[in-house]
């Protein structure tokens, strides 16, 4: 039987692949250890660390985001090449690359909207009488 009370020695940390911990839910950790035979999460002599840590990960999520510019099409196509690339290569998670293809939905159909609004305005300017606005009532 394994003695728990002490961290392991630093030889035998070879075994033990996964936190000695048993989570909040009852659950065995299963994190990868650190030093002392448990997770960054659960050591106690890093206690200290996580909660810093813990703290500084919640401020982030308020960080405003700066304004950016629209892409055009050939851009767009771009980044979308570069994100299948990224995915196909292990280099970007399917969660990160999912969340930018979106993005580059949302802001094609934004550009196909302004599109639309400008043609549509040049159509409404040719019929006569219009003056830019549409020159029949319902």
């Known amino acids: 039987m394994i003695d728990v009370s002490e961290p ?17 839910d009852g659950e065995p950790c299963a994190a990868p250890v650190g030093e002392a ?8 002599q890093r206690r ?18 700066p304004v950016g510019r629209p892409i055009e099409a050939e851009e767009a196509r771009g980044l ?10 292990g280099a970007l998670d399917p969660t990160t690359a999912r969340a930018a ?3 580059l939905q949302v802001e094609r159909k934004i550009a196909e ?9 040049a ?4 019929i006569p009488g219009g003056n830019g606005k549409t020159a029949w009532h319902r």
């Open 48 to 65: 200290g660390e996580m909660l810093e840590a813990s703290r500084k990960g919640g401020s982030r999520k308020a960080v405003p985001l």
């Open 113 to 121: 909207g302004e599109e639309m609004e400008r043609r549509l305005s």
């Open 123 to 126: 159509i409404e300017a040719l």
């Open 80 to 89: 979308l090449a570069a994100t299948l690339a990224g995915l196909l290569q």
């Open 37 to 44: 035979g448990f997770c960054f999460w659960h050591d106690p």
């Open 8 to 24: 392991p020695p630093k030889g035998a940390m070879l075994s033990i692949s996964t936190c000695q911990a048993t989570r909040s």
């Open 101 to 103: 293809a979106y993005i």
